[in-house]
């Protein structure tokens, strides 16, 4: 099936910035949508931002006008500039193929 891997979590001052990166692996045929999610403690695990084989992406309006999603092939990217403490979360890589898949989540803290 499809294994994600992620990196460039990390421990960040307010204000600045991180990429995470995620790369797809195994069956990677017909992946349709690649994105972020992420999961604070003792929250619900929340769409960050998805982008489609054709190009279309969409955010969360918490991440627009901060963080850019794109996609190389079978590796999606997070830039997230600008970052906040209510940034801080787990990041989980997502893809879509006939089932969906997850990646191991990456940990983002943001101090103030």
């Known amino acids: 099936q499809v294994h994600l891997v992620e990196s460039g979590g990390g421990l960040v001052q307010a204000g600045g910035t991180l990429r995470l990166s995620c790369a797809a692996s195994g069956n990677i045929f017909n992946i349709n949508v690649m994105g972020w999610y992420r999961q604070a403690p003792e929250k619900q695990r929340e769409l960050v931002a998805t982008?489609?084989?054709?190009?279309n992406t969409n955010y969360a309006a918490s991440a627009k006008g901060r963080f850019t999603i794109s996609r190389d092939k079978n590796t999606v990217y997070l830039q997230m500039n600008s970052l906040e403490p209510e940034d801080t979360a787990v990041y989980y890589c997502y893809a879509k193929q006939y089932w969906d898949y997850w990646g191991q989540g990456t940990q983002v803290t943001v101090s103030s």
């Open positions: 982008i489609a084989s054709g190009g």
